[in-house]
């Protein structure tokens, strides 16, 4: 199945108040450390590194290892002054990058 | 009551000679609300049950994991339904044709899930919803069989479970199924496999006990597919059912097979009374 | 020579545990652990502060094991899993919008330690462990 990231965030939220954002993405995070029915080892396949952005501006930054489960879940809490776009990218050690966005408004 | 009090002993045993806190796992009016929603996890049997009260499996499972159930987002369960989403309006097959083309939205099918598995009259047996699912692709799309247990399946299952969350399981079990039932309840109280186990041996005569560092459920099917912790992947009941026997070293009927179909039928009924919680998130 | 069942069976338990003993590999995972912490805070002391780690007394599953970790005014922190083959679990950087908190679900290879470490806005650090223990599966799995 294609990876296909999925974000909850507040469509408007009030100006310097912090508000929860969660994200989860279907991911196998294959560790490296396991190994298939022949004995070789499975290569590592991970989500190496989760960022999120509002407007061009970094709001959570995290290097992620093979011990962060299948399906990585991050859920953190953050505030803006003014409307804009939170922008999520998650990057795979194949080099695929899977991106999604959302507009929040002040309100 | 024999059996809360019994479960709510062995957890207060186990805090008090470890020194852990409890475990929270008082299974009495345990009530769960998902996104405003509430279901009972916990309801009177109806007449004729061979449980005296019912149980779903998330009142037996640490606070951590009932969390995770509680919000649809937390729920991983939920990348497989917006899977099936997708999957649901692809058209597949040499008919051309999707889900979509003949049942419009996943709400058409709202309350289905409740009184799965039943008897199909043209058929002329008892159908699970992975059956009728099957039928569907081959006779209207053209399409080839999922594997009965595979990703897709359990996907498509959740995604038309979701439909009848919180309403009552209500399996017929009468007339020309009846057949079907009894032979499924003969394999649920049937000893199987080196250890010499059935069903009911864990989860009629045990459930609320402690196995290993485990409590024993009831082995309700209210809450499948469920997303284990352990997989980290929606698992259907037949596939749930194929772990339990090799767990008790015994060789797996044939999942889609005769046995588990009947079995599968057996259990549903089971739990009528209890509400439709799928997919849940179990350990 | 001749050993019965009983006999041969203890006799490779005794070999199991004269292999094993040397090299504890929960010591060894510790000490990486340790390593790790130290690369993170170049070697500086970390003490106690406004630093809270919340994970389960007992994770029902290794696989999936919710965590929480928030240290007020942190610039970012650290999450080692002590008994872990690779103890590293992730750094998080907190930017200014961003309170210093995270909620995520990690893998433990068993029941071990779980260590957070924040970096503090002024370069100090902090540090907190859980213990967590993680049980099998009543039926092996």
């Known amino acids: ?107 | 009551m024999k059996k809360i009090t019994k479960s709510i002993l062995a957890g207060g045993m186990l805090a008090l000679s470890l020194g852990f806190a409890t475990q929270a796992n008082e299974p009495t009016d345990a009530v769960m609300t998902i996104d405003g929603v509430t279901i009972p996890t916990h309801v009177k049997a109806p007449a004729g049950s061979p449980l005296p009260e019912l149980f779903s499996g998330w009142v037996f499972r640490s606070t951590e994991t009932q969390a995770m159930q509680l919000d649809d987002f937390d729920n991983p369960g939920m990348i497989f339904v917006d899977q099936a989403w997708e999957t649901w309006s692809t058209p597949e097959g040499s008919a051309g044709k999707s889900c979509a083309d003949c049942h419009g939205e996943p709400e058409s099918f709202a309350g289905l899930r409740a009184v799965m598995p039943k008897w199909n009259e043209a058929a002329g047996e008892v159908y699970t919803l992975e059956d009728y699912i099957n039928e569907s692709r081959v006779k209207y799309m053209g399409a080839d069989k999922w594997k009965y247990s595979g990703g897709k399946m359990a996907a498509m299952v959740a995604l038309i479970s979701l439909q009848s969350r919180g309403d009552i399981i209500n399996v017929k079990t009468d007339g020309p199924a009846a057949a079907t039932w009894e032979k499924g309840k003969e394999i649920y109280y049937t000893r199987v496999g080196q250890l010499d186990m059935s069903c009911a041996n864990c989860h009629e005569d045990n459930y609320g006990v402690m196995i290993r560092a485990d409590h024993l459920s009831q082995g309700q099917l209210n809450g499948f597919p469920a997303y284990r912790l352990k997989n980290a992947k929606l698992n259907t009941a037949q596939g749930r059912f194929k772990g339990c026997m090799k767990n008790i070293r015994a060789t797996p009927y044939k999942v889609g097979g005769e046995e588990f179909r009947a079995l599968q039928f057996y259990v549903a009924s089971r739990g009528n009374g209890l509400p439709i919680e799928g997919p849940s998130v179990r350990n | 020579m001749n050993l019965s069942r009983r006999q041969t069976l203890a006799l490779g338990g005794a070999a199991v545990t004269v292999t094993l003993l040397p090299i504890s590999f929960a010591q060894a995972a510790t000490d990486d652990a340790a390593a790790i912490i130290a690369e993170f805070t170049g070697g500086a002391a970390v003490g106690e502060g406004d630093i809270e780690l919340t994970a389960p007394e007992i994770a029902e599953n290794g696989n999936t094991v919710p965590m929480k970790m928030a240290a007020p005014g942190a610039a970012s922190i650290m999450l080692v899993a002590t008994g872990n083959p690779t103890p590293r679990v992730m750094v998080a950087h907190f930017g200014a919008s961003a309170e210093s908190r995270l909620s995520t679900r990690i893998r433990l290879a068993g029941t071990q330690d779980v260590i957070a470490v924040a970096k503090l806005a002024d370069g100090s650090f902090i540090q907190s462990s859980k213990s967590v223990k993680v049980t099998i599966g009543g039926c092996g799995g």
């Not at chain 1, 100006?15 to 929860?20: C, D, I, N, S, V």
């Not at chain 1, 952005?53 to 505030?79: L, R, Y």
């Open chain 1, 1 to 107: 199945m294609a990876i296909k990231p999925r974000v909850k965030v507040p469509k408007s939220v009030a100006a310097g108040e912090y508000f929860t954002v969660k994200t989860l993405i279907n991911h196998k995070m294959e560790s490296g450390q396991r190994k298939d029915k022949e004995g070789n080892k499975i290569p590592r396949k991970i989500i190496n590194l989760f960022e999120a952005n509002f407007n061009g501006e970094n709001v959570i930054t995290v290097n992620v290892e093979p011990a962060v489960s299948t399906n990585p879940f991050f859920e953190f809490q953050m505030k803006i002054e003014a409307a804009g776009d939170l922008a999520f990218k998650w990057t795979d050690d194949d080099g695929s990058v899977y991106e999604t966005s959302k507009p929040i408004a002040i309100g």
